[in-house]
């Protein structure tokens, strides 16, 4: 898996040059430069061009450089593709296709961009695939998505135009329709993004939080997929970033743990050569270690710097 940190993923809309320049100040991990929905269409193609120049004169060091492209029933997608990676294709880490339905789709982004790397002399599959599932369709066709190209790196949930893909009852993205009083309503949704996700070593990453000055609605809807074991949340306003970067890193308490587990059971295989042994009241093996992998790598990304030490019996 290629292990890019996404805790917050910022929305940057393309037609905004002000927040194109502010956005490379901000602590996320991500940013996505957005030629889609948040674009106007008599604002398309400006959009492409704020996007190229931000790409190639911006400073977005440390952050993970994404272009979300217009989906395949626009006229705009393969323009969006060929001009943005002809002009900064150097400058990008992945594009990001909204709205996708079947994995023919990605297909076609895959052979799109390696005839384009070819041509301008790029390394061919240096650019990676963001797939949004936004739809019935993509949901129920998200295993053959997720295994539709070496290029994906991440299956993003668009939970707005889901809702509507459904006919849910609620206009308030990301929170909980009314008269829904039990449980979670997005709960399949993100269980079945995250196996297909997961099958095939993908990240999985949730969706827009809309109500933007309800950090506590935030904050609730992204404990949920962090838990599940989602990757990062999209952010759409500077507010939302700290909370973000927070839920999904794991605690301080949660990393030590984990780098604990794997001391003590290196030292266990490798010196004592036994694969199950006792860390304090704890009995960890190889399947303790794998757990411990994940938050461990996961601590590592956010920074975080270990403050207990493994101690061998004597
Ligand atoms: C994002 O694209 C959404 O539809 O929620
Ligand atoms: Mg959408």
Redesign the pocket.
């Known amino acids: 898996m290629r292990m890019r940190s996404r805790r917050s993923c910022l929305a940057v809309p393309g037609s905004n040059t002000r927040f194109l320049s502010k956005a490379q100040g901000l602590p996320v991990d991500e940013v996505f430069l957005d030629l889609e ?1 948040s674009v106007a269409p008599g604002a398309k193609e400006q959009a492409r061009k704020n996007v190229i120049e931000a790409l190639l004169t911006g400073d977005w060091t440390g952050k993970t450089r994404v272009v979300r492209v217009n989906d395949l029933s626009t006229a705009w997608t393969y323009r969006d593709v060929i001009e943005i990676v002809e002009a900064a294709g150097d400058a990008l880490d992945c594009l990001m296709l ?1 709205k996708v339905e079947d994995a023919v789709q990605v297909a076609w982004l895959d052979m799109l961009l390696t005839q384009i790397e070819k041509a301008i002399g790029l390394p061919v599959g240096g650019i990676g695939i963001e797939a ?1 599932i ?1 739809s019935a369709r993509g949901l129920v066709n998200v295993d053959t998505i997720a295994a539709a190209s070496p290029r994906l790196e991440t299956l993003v949930f ?5 809702m509507a893909s459904i006919n849910m009852r609620s206009l308030v ?1 990301g929170q909980q329709p009314p008269g829904y009083t039990e449980g979670d309503a997005y709960h399949y949704v993100l269980m079945r993004m995250l196996m297909a996700a997961r099958m095939h070593d993908l990240q999985a990453i949730d ?2 939080y809309l109500q933007i000055k309800d950090l506590d609605g935030f904050a609730k809807a992204a404990h949920r997929s962090a838990a599940l074991g989602f990757d990062g949340k999209w952010v759409l306003h500077p507010t939302q970033i700290e909370s973000a970067n927070a839920i999904y890193s794991p605690t301080q308490e949660d990393y030590d743990h984990a780098e604990l587990i794997l001391s003590a059971y290196e030292h266990a295989t490798t010196v004592d050569r036994r694969g199950a042994v006792m860390l304090g009241d704890e009995m960890i093996d190889e399947a303790s270690r794998k757990m411990a992998l994940v938050i461990a790598a996961k601590g590592r990304a956010a920074g975080l710097v270990r403050t207990k030490f493994f101690q061998p019996p004597a």
């Open positions: 929905d909204p949004q936004e668009g939970p707005a135009d889901f993205v969706g827009p």
